[in-house]
Structures are given as C-alpha cells and as structure tokens.
Nanobody
Framework: QVHLVESGGGLVQAVGSLRLSCAAS????????MVWVCHAPGKDREFVAA????????HYTDSEKGRFNISRDNAKNTVYLQMNSLKPEETAVYYC??????????????????WGQGTQVTVST
C-alpha cells in the first residue's frame, strides 16, 4: 500500500507562484508514474501534469505548458508541481495520483492505484 500526501497549497495572488509537493509513504519501491489532477468548484476534474518514474518524460495540458513544471525526487519519494503565473480560474483542489501502468491523462480515481487527499490552491484577483 502507498499513501500519498499533498502539501504546499494556499492562497496566492494572480500571477503568483506555488510549489506543491506529494509525498509517498509505504511500499514506494514500485516504479509508479505520477500525475496531478485538479478539481475546481462546479467543474469537472482536469488533468494537469504527469511524470514517468525516471522523470525523463513529462506531460502537460496546453494551458499549463511553460508555466507549470512537474518533477520528482525518488530518493525522497516526492513529486513536485511548480506553478507559476497562476490564474484565478486555476483555483481548485489539486490531487496527486500514482499508477504502475503507463501514463494516462485520466481524471478518474479508478484508473490509478493510489490517490491523495488533495491540497487547496486559491488564486485571488
């Protein structure tokens, strides 16, 4: 079993930055691919970013390219999401998730082996 805990959320002004962390504990020996998914009030969940176990391959949606950066430190069992130039519409709960299968932009918990509790990001105008 792997337990994921997100942190680093908070209140930030528009065009500001935040760095989210997702710490994994438990049976972290498996080479999990990691993703970040966000869920804004009244909206569907959205895929944000993904990273392979090695960190050599990353994926973003078009709106995040150039502003967000996903990275990982396997020695610390932690994945990061650096978010820059944040927009008010990116206010959401941000979740990290892990799966052993190939990376997928799925937004559904059932498609992942592990899913965190989320961290709130609020971007003010």
């Amino acid at each position: 079993q792997v337990h994921l805990v997100e942190s680093g959320g908070g209140l930030v002004q528009a065009v500001g930055s935040l760095r989210l962390s997702c710490a994994a504990s438990g049976r972290t020996g498996r080479r999990n691919k990691m993703v970040w998914v966000c869920h804004a009030p009244g909206k569907d969940r959205e895929f944000v970013a993904a990273i392979t176990w090695s960190g050599n391959s990353t994926h973003y949606t078009d709106s995040e390219k150039g502003r967000f950066n996903i990275s990982r430190d396997n020695a610390k069992n932690t994945v990061y999401l650096q978010m820059n130039s944040l927009k008010p519409e990116e206010t959401a709960v941000y979740y990290c998730a892990a799966r052993r299968a190939e990376i997928s932009p799925s937004i559904y918990e059932k498609d992942y082996d592990y899913w965190g509790q989320g961290t709130q990001v609020t971007v003010s105008t």
